[in-house]
């Protein structure tokens, strides 16, 4: 069946430093991939998408690299601030069906000052 | 700004009360989404409608219909409300749908007694 894995235990890092989530799928073809930030009793707030035959994408602090080979996408954040600290829910929509999406169940990200 | 509004940000019900769920969005998007978030199981998709009157099962559709009868306005209805419906219910809209970021409203947190 289709899996979407977030690491479900908090990133804990220092202010300054760059922070990398990963999300991994099994049994999809996605042919776009988002990133979304939730802050708690939020809804989530949309970062950046990034398309199958992109390989990386771009804004101000934040990276997104996307490798259909190894079925992986990483978030960078660099020059984390404490600020950053909330969850981070990457989404997939499969080739097949461009109008659903498939939520991961996020990485708490905090940053200490 | 942009922006999407459910009906109630907390609810709480009784079992076999008959639920509605609102969703307005001032965007003019064609698609909109209901989706529930439970811990550990991250966001799923109960249903969307990409049109007005149309709609599509996502992957927990089971003890839940919608209605859209105007573009702007997504509603969400428990026929008979159970404790297992307990959850956080998020609304979203967006213009391509998964090519496009989706915009969420702030949640509602239904308890049902």
């Known amino acids: 069946s289709q899996k979407i894995e977030q690491n479900s235990e908090a990133l804990n890092i220092q202010e300054g430093k760059t922070a990398t989530l990963t999300c991994n799928y099994t049994n999809y073809s996605p042919a776009y991939l988002q990133w979304y930030r939730q802050d708690p009793g939020r809804g989530p707030v949309f970062l950046l998408l990034i398309r199958e035959n992109e390989k990386e994408k771009r804004k101000e602090r934040l990276k997104v690299t996307f490798d259909t080979t190894l079925k992986q996408s990483l978030f960078h954040i660099t020059a984390s601030q404490p600020a950053d600290s909330a969850t981070y829910l990457c989404a997939l929509a499969a080739l097949y069906n461009f109008n659903k999406f498939y939520f991961g169940s996020g990485t708490k990200l905090n940053v200490k000052p | 700004d942009v922006k999407v509004t459910q009906s109630s940000r907390y609810l709480v019900k009784r079992t076999g009360e008959k639920v509605f769920l609102e969703c307005v969005q001032d965007?003019?998007?064609?698609?909109m989404f209901w989706y529930r978030q439970d811990p550990g199981l991250g966001l799923r998709l109960i249903y969307f409608s990409y049109d007005v009157k149309m709609k599509e099962k996502g992957d927990i559709p089971e003890g839940y219909s919608v209605s859209r009868e105007k573009k702007e306005r997504f509603s969400l209805i428990l026929e008979s409300a159970s404790t297992n419906q307990t959850s956080m219910y998020l609304c979203a809209s967006s213009l391509l749908a998964a090519k496009d970021e989706q915009f969420f409203g702030p949640g509602t947190r239904l308890t049902v007694l």
């Open positions: 965007m003019d998007h064609e698609n």
